[in-house]
């Protein structure tokens, strides 16, 4: 490329053994010099307008910033204001659906309806808030905490069941409707002796299907019958009205070896869930409700 | 940066008037080269949009549309969803190999034919001829005062502009949206607010950049002369002023003083011409588009005076210097054939031919399988595990299907819909997907707690309608024991 620099300027180098050349800034590094070439007129109006426009921005939006806030602007602009805008937005958006999930009884919601898809996926929004902390994140829950996956419910697994466990709880003490039942504590209370809570725990195992029956667990049958029997059925498949567990199933809330069944036996449980109904509006335990039952062990 | 100081005169102060450039209508081979492209891209640009493409009852009948809000892009045949945006990737990189294809072979043909600065800036420069007259002419104009001609010149000259301008980008938003629809909202005052701002920034910069900024887009704020300058070498065609054969200059020569004379008789018709204002015979510039307007100018006077044309052409700097030698002219096609060239057009090519066969080939439907890991397996009170899966079903055909979804492995396993029942598990589900959707789903898989560890299986999902697609997503059931 031809350096047309190269050619006359009036306006040429200062000081140079020469008087041609282009105008420089004077600067020079290894022999690399910088021009000093005007700058195009539309880029200097460009940049004047810029501050004009920034001298305008500063007086109408909030922008400097003082001790303790910024100046207000005199448009009254603030992204706080923007926020509530937009969440108010939202909330008259979702009223309608609110007021629907609120008003109808989740058992009548169609399960295949758009309505029951969007209260499920409010319902896992909820459940993250209010009940990970126990039954964990996936629902899977602990030892002790039950596993809302699976299809094993003490106290029914239906929606209204489920709702009416979330509303009033489990052994919740200033709630009149909770789910209410109490094992007794047959070896703390000195209902049984230790030899036999052994051979009760020695029966359970064989109905559960862990262990062969042996002389223990003959010696445990007549017991469980005169003392389990009332809750936990003859057969030990529970009964759902006293939240009293299948024993005969696969899954154990507070574990199925022996230590953990003689432990049970022994000093008896009673987990507590709290009344949800006190805490949360009827829209939101609606859809925890969709979700719940949506997990896969739903009845 | 170089080349103010000849259109300034080197003022010196603190900002720089552009000089204005009055180019001079020529005719010739380029020239008419120039319009056959200009008119060639922009009936592509006007048209496209507008041309019709039967795809059944549930997609667009727009030829070429990018839909945005539903995230499909229509190419007559081709319908490009989201995940297949690598034909996209796949067009851009054939862009960037052609970009070094065709600039190693013929230089910046792209700057100077086809560029849409370039081809507007044409329009807008011979609607000015026609309404101000020729160079001469418009200087004249300029420099006379105002009249109620000189206003209405300037008047009918700046509403075509803008007409054109208008017109610009109206034509661009129709190709995001269905075209005669599009068109009536926009005159009726029903579109959205989104088109008509489109339309509106797009006008405004076709006017500006068309009728007032010019070439200066092309020195100041275009990227494209310096990443094309780089990607020349000595064998590739510019537009090039054989100096040794014009030098020195006749005019101004004494006639009889016998110093042997050059070609060149300045009589500056290839700066005149010159849509960048400057003068080719400074050598090669990176202001220069290689319109080859100069050529055109040149071959014209040299017709007339006698002597060969081709004192300004397209030449390379390899045979520019053996021409100097004494070399023959080398012509243009021979140049053109050279490894280099020959090696990114079988790139391209290369890419090419994969991407229609990959087009070709493709599957309008696809499976896609997550295993949910939270929790990774669930023991029902019957002590059989349970698994759970989310599934995506593409159907990217323009119609309803029913597929088949099939359980491949797991010999005691049994699947059902997360809203079905348990009671209805099976090997085999099977569902329909509305045209041009994805359906997802939750799967859940039952198999005893015996068996492998983590035991790996595949969903199988196959069409229903006779046509043999299928489709394989591999996935593995988790039951208690496995190590994560």
């Excluded at chain 2, 489109?198 to 002369?225: N, S």
């Excluded at chain 2, 960048?276 to 100069?294: H, K, M, S, V, W």
């Amino acid at each position: 490329m031809t350096d047309r620099n190269a050619k006359t300027d009036k306006s040429g180098a200062t000081g140079g053994p020469e008087k041609t050349g282009p105008k420089t800034m004077g600067h020079e590094w290894d022999g690399i010099e910088e021009l000093d070439n005007p700058m195009p007129r539309w880029w200097l109006w460009s940049f004047y307008a810029s501050i004009v426009f920034a001298i305008g921005y500063c007086i109408v939006y909030p922008a400097i910033p003082l001790a303790r806030s910024a100046t207000a602007g005199t448009f009254g602009w603030t992204s706080r204001g923007d926020l509530k805008a937009d969440i108010e937005k939202v909330e008259a958006g979702r009223a309608e659906f609110m007021r629907t999930v609120a008003t109808t009884p989740i058992e009548q919601i169609d399960p295949q309806s758009p309505l029951m898809r969007q209260a499920v996926e409010g319902g896992r929004a909820a459940f993250k808030v209010h009940c990970v902390q126990c039954h964990g994140s996936g629902a899977a829950g602990s030892k002790g905490y039950p596993n809302l996956n699976d299809d094993d419910w003490l106290w029914g697994g239906d929606r209204a069941a489920i709702r009416q466990t979330l509303v009033h709880g489990i052994r919740q003490p200033d709630d009149d409707k909770t789910r209410l039942s109490m094992m007794p504590a047959f070896g703390r209370d000195g209902i049984l002796t230790a030899d036999q809570i052994h051979d009760v725990v020695s029966h359970v195992r064989v109905i559960a299907g862990q262990d062969k029956a042996d002389a223990s667990a003959r010696r445990g049958a007549p017991l469980f019958e005169a003392n389990c029997a009332v809750c936990h059925g003859s057969d030990g498949k529970g009964l759902r009205q006293f939240g009293a567990p299948n024993l005969t199933d696969r899954i154990w809330l507070y574990g199925g070896d022996r230590d953990s069944v003689t432990a049970t036996v022994t000093n008896a449980r009673g987990g507590v869930m709290p009344a949800w109904g006190q805490r949360l509006d009827p829209a939101t335990i609606n859809m925890l409700t969709a979700y719940v039952h949506s997990l896969g062990g739903g009845e | 940066m170089a080349g103010h100081d000849d259109r300034t005169g080197g003022s010196g102060g603190l900002y720089v008037r552009r000089a204005d450039i009055f180019p001079r209508a020529i005719d010739g081979f380029y020239r008419r080269l120039k319009w056959a492209i200009m008119a060639v891209t922009l009936t592509i640009y006007y048209v496209t949009p507008w041309l019709r493409w039967d795809r059944g009852a549930y997609a667009p009948d727009q030829a070429v549309l990018v839909d945005l809000a539903n995230r499909r892009f229509y190419f007559f045949d081709i319908e490009i969803w989201p995940h297949e945006f690598y034909y996209v990737a796949g067009l851009l990189v054939m862009a960037g190999v052609g970009l070094f294809l065709v600039t190693s072979t013929v230089g910046r043909a792209w700057c100077g034919y086809a560029c849409p600065q370039t081809v507007w800036t044409d329009l807008f420069l011979h609607i000015e001829r026609a309404i101000d007259g020729d160079r001469n002419a418009q200087i004249r104009l300029r420099a006379a005062p105002l009249s109620a001609g000189k206003i209405a010149k300037r008047v009918l000259k700046h509403g075509i502009w803008l007409l054109i301008a208008l017109l610009t980008g109206g034509a661009w938003v129709f190709y995001f949206a269905d075209a005669p629809t599009l068109a009536r909202d926009l005159l009726t005052g029903d579109a959205a607010v989104v088109a008509y701002s489109t339309v509106a920034v797009l006008a405004f910069t076709t006017y500006v950049l068309g009728g007032w900024m010019r070439e200066q887009v092309c020195i100041y704020m275009c990227p494209w002369p310096r990443i094309q300058s780089a990607m020349l070498d000595e064998r590739s065609l510019i537009v090039t002023y054989k100096d040794w054969r014009g030098e020195p200059r006749s005019r101004g020569m004494k006639k009889d003083a016998g110093a042997p004379t050059g070609d060149c008789v300045d009589c500056g018709a290839c700066a005149a011409v010159c849509p960048t204002g400057i003068d080719i015979r400074d050598g090669a510039q990176f202001e220069c588009i290689t319109c080859a307007l100069c050529i055109d100018a040149c071959d014209d006077v040299m017709a007339r005076i006698g002597r060969p044309r081709g004192l300004i052409d397209y030449a390379t700097l390899e045979d520019c210097k053996a021409e100097a030698a004494g070399a023959p002219p080398v012509s243009i096609a021979r140049t053109m054939l050279r490894p280099r060239t020959l090696l990114y057009f079988a790139l391209w090519g290369v890419i090419g031919l994969a991407m229609m066969f990959a087009l070709g080939n493709r599957t309008r439907m696809d499976l896609s399988v997550a295993h949910d890991r939270n929790p990774l397996w669930v023991q029902l009170s019957d002590g059989a595990i349970r698994n759970a899966y989310t599934i995506k079903l593409r159907n990217m055909e323009s119609r309803p299907r029913d597929f088949v979804l099939t359980l491949d492995g797991l010999a005691d396993g049994a699947m059902w819909e997360s809203l079905g029942n348990e009671a209805e598990s099976a090997r085999t589900l099977r569902f329909s997907v509305a045209p041009d959707s994805v359906d997802q789903r939750r799967i859940y898989v039952r198999a005893g707690a015996d068996g492998g560890a983590a035991e790996p299986f595949a969903f199988t999902l196959s069409a229903a309608d006779g046509a043999h697609e299928t489709d394989k997503a591999e996935t593995r059931f988790d039951r208690p024991g496995d190590q994560p």
